[in-house]
């Protein structure tokens, strides 16, 4: 006797249910086959917007603005990279960072130059554009995690990102402008009126915003660098879910600090400058 076969799947009602099978196998494929570097675009994107905070700096502060200003446009460039579209790195609007952020420290502007330098040689590498089938102007190039600009970035920048994130953190927590009291110390006794007060309030409140920042400078570095380990294999979904939870914890950080400038949903115009579209 030959052997039975196995029993068909079958419905309460007797039936296969072929149309939902088919339908699970191929969502199934199409989630396999689909790169899933959009995690690593949304958190480099919230990165450089949550970086780019000139109201915890003093005007007198030009060099650390130097320094937020080209995190800023190092990690949004990534979020571009990521999503496979071409960068457009200005040089000439980039050259005068590192000069700037030199005045506070000498290793902050030789990493922004080692910054700078990278993402110039990812311009250099850009994709070519997909020709679309039906005749019309040429389209972006798909995203691919395997892109090596994608990934000489994060390999090859993780160091110098490092160095620029540790000086800028330092800077915002042992070198605060004149009138910022570092948290836990006790405010010195002024005139007994309500403006007083409140500038005292308001230094207060920005000096611990300066420390929470510095925390989350740190955060950055942390993800990145575990991005920098998984190298291509941002495309797993393990990778893909602890980016988007790096997100998540990022932003509930940021929660903690002033607002960007009035109406900016992305960094400063010197970004808009060096990656102009």
Known sequence: MAPRSAAPCRTGHGRRPTNVIAAGVILLLSACALPRVTALRDWAQS??????????????????????EALAIYLYALGIMADGGPLRFQA??????????ATTDADAGRAIEALGALLLTAQGRNPPPVEAPDGRSPVAAPPDPEDPRLQDSLRDGDAPLRVLLAALGSTMVSNGPAGIVPPGETLAPGPETAPARLAARQ???????????????EQIGDTHAMLRAHGFRVVYRSTS??????????KRAAMRLPPPAAGATTASGTLVAVLAP
Request: glycine share 4%; proline share 9%.
């Open 241 to 250: 879910i602890q980016v988007g939870d790096a997100e998540a914890r990022l």
């Open 47 to 68: 990165a450089s917007i949550v970086v780019d905070r000139p109201a915890l700096l003093a005007p007198t502060e030009d060099g650390p603005r130097a320094m937020q």
């Open 92 to 101: 000439a609007a980039y050259a005068p960072l590192a000069p700037r952020a």
């Open 203 to 217: 230094a207060a409140d920005r000096a611990r915003a300066r420390v929470a920042y510095a925390a989350i400078l």
